[in-house]
């Protein structure tokens, strides 16, 4: 996609959105930091529902670390794949307690080498709650980019690093969590194209334009993505 259509699909998003931001409720890098662990694989509701009962209670390092994880999984028990997530939770609060005084790390790869911690969530907590810049990638970030084209890649990494090169560092939270917003109300897995503000510049519509078609789902665990095409060569005369 080219620059000029890039800045205007994102001056589009940010009309209908000016300030997007995380749909996570929290008050501190520890709050934050927790919910995103508790969110893969679940929604931002359900793990909202979970936290205002949690944090009430346990909204410490420490606080967890006495809640056991027994007593976390109580309160986490409506998520998806609570125990796991009870048990990283737990490990992590023993790392940030012994090693860093109960304190949310600063650094991409001290956050990445807490349990349940990948890249995404790093990115996460280091740009909402330390103004770090971070430009996450999950799905509807994956499946949004590949489908209007601004990005290409199957891997969180490839479009990470695409997107990054596209957008100055100061915009990538806000670059990030457009995408996500976009994709969780208009650019879904079924796509609500007459409802979208950017499909005119979007690759997908443009192609269901050309073949005259609907659009249909495109499920995330297969995200299409367009190869670019061979390169031509001249033919040398014999």
């Not at 280091?126 to 209007?148: E, Q």
Request: net charge positive; glycine share 6%.
């Amino acid at each position: 996609m080219k620059r000029a259509d890039v800045v205007e699909l994102f001056s589009r998003l940010r009309e209908l959105d000016p300030h997007p931001t995380t749909e996570l409720d929290y008050t501190t890098p520890f709050e934050l930091l927790v919910a995103v662990v508790l969110s893969a694989q679940a929604t931002d509701v359900g793990v909202n529902k979970a936290t205002r009962k949690l944090y009430p209670v346990a909204n410490t390092p420490q606080a967890i670390l006495d809640l056991g994880e027994e007593g976390l999984k109580r309160y986490i028990s409506t998520i998806g794949l609570f125990n796991a997530k009870a048990k990283n939770v737990i490990a992590l609060c023993r790392i940030l307690v012994e090693q860093y005084g109960g304190e949310v790390p600063r650094t991409r790869e001290a956050l990445e080498a807490l349990p349940g911690v990948g890249r995404k969530t790093a990115n996460v907590v280091l740009s909402h709650a330390f103004a770090i810049p971070g430009l996450a990638v999950d799905r509807h970030v994956l499946r949004v980019s590949n489908r209007i084209g601004i990005a290409l890649g199957a891997e969180p990494e490839v479009v990470e690093a695409q997107l990054c090169a596209a957008m100055p560092p100061a915009q990538w939270q806000l670059t990030s969590d457009s995408l996500i917003l976009h994709g969780r109300r208009i650019c879904r897995p079924f796509p609500l194209c007459p409802q979208c503000a950017v499909v005119e510049l979007c690759d997908f519509a443009a192609d269901l334009r050309r073949k005259g078609g609907r659009a249909k789902a495109r499920v995330d665990k297969k995200v299409a993505v367009k190869k670019a095409a061979p390169k031509k060569t001249a033919r040398r005369s014999k």
